[in-house]
């Protein structure tokens, strides 16, 4: 069996399914402690590895609040504990929608155009919008440093 594999049954007969069973919401799992129970050394990198992969998280019902204590790099180290908030049932983890790619042929784009469209047009047009928001900001500054200028000597 693989270290991952150990990793993940282990973790969850110790700390998941107990937690589960005592009707606790929140696990902590430090790396330091699993690998000492598995009798294991050398082994850190693969055990924060595995405790922070989502194919674990959603074998074991879990879902990852927090990230505490360790190195400032946030690399592996047995002083990092994994704080994971239990899930009703194993595989329950929270689907976050996949970033959307970006379309080549810019038609992400064209579904956008005309989003704002009866916005604007309650609002009189983008035109006479933007001209009542650039006023409401006071005079632009580049046509009072002009007219200040252009005034004759001596006056202000």
């Known amino acids: 069996m693989k270290p991952t594999d150990q990793t993940k049954e282990h973790v969850i007969a110790t700390y998941v399914k107990p937690a589960r069973l005592k009707g606790e919401n ?33 074998e074991a019902g879990v879902e990852l609040m927090e990230r505490r204590e360790g190195p400032a790099s946030g690399g592996p180290s047995t002083t990092v504990e994994f704080l994971y908030r239990i899930l009703e049932s194993p595989g329950a983890l929270a689907v976050r929608p996949a970033k959307p790619s970006p379309v080549p042929n810019g038609s992400g784009l064209k579904a956008l155009y ?6 604007f047009r309650e609002l009189g047009g983008g035109e ?3 001209k009542r928001e650039r006023a409401a900001w006071g005079p632009d500054p580049w046509e009072k440093l002009e007219s200040e200028h252009t005034k004759p000597a001596g006056e202000k």
């Open 114 to 119: 005309g989003l704002l469209a009866n916005t």
């Open 128 to 130: 006479a919008f933007l």
């Open 26 to 58: 929140v696990v902590r799992v430090r790396v330091g402690t699993v690998q000492k129970e598995l009798g294991w050394t050398n082994r850190t990198p693969s055990i924060f590895s595995t405790l922070k992969s989502r194919e674990f998280q959603r």
